[in-house]
């Protein structure tokens, strides 16, 4: 499995509004694609809560899956417009890292 690492800061208002658009919107997007394994979104308060970092996570079960994803620049984010219209920075490239451990994964199939 492959792991697709992103990150943006936000205003707190922003980053409820990016949350918002990806479990109202993306979710449903990303699910249709085949080979999504599934995602995270993380946030943290930075400088004193005055920006909140979003860190997104995105399972697939292969590089040929980030394609039917990504296109050809599998290293370029894809950063919606409703995205970029509520944060105040992005990464404009991700990572991708191969998945050793899962215990996620393992702890849901119990």
């Not at 919107?25 to 993380?42: K, N, Q, S």
């Not at 039917?68 to 991700?94: N, P």
Request: glycine share 8%; hydrophobic share 50%.
């Amino acid at each position: 499995m492959i792991a697709r690492s992103w990150s943006a800061q936000a205003t707190a208002e922003g980053a409820r509004a990016y949350v918002a658009f990806f479990e109202g919107t993306l979710v449903a997007e990303l699910e249709r694609i085949d080979g999504h394994r599934g995602a995270l979104v993380l946030t943290r308060e930075i400088d004193g809560g005055a920006r909140i970092e979003i860190s997104v996570v995105t399972f697939w079960e292969s590089m040929e899956a980030v394609a039917r994803f990504a296109g050809a620049a599998l290293d370029r984010a894809v950063v919606e417009d409703e995205a970029r219209a509520v944060l105040v920075s992005f990464e404009e490239c991700v990572s991708h890292r191969h998945v050793a451990v899962d215990t996620v994964r393992r702890a849901r199939e119990g």
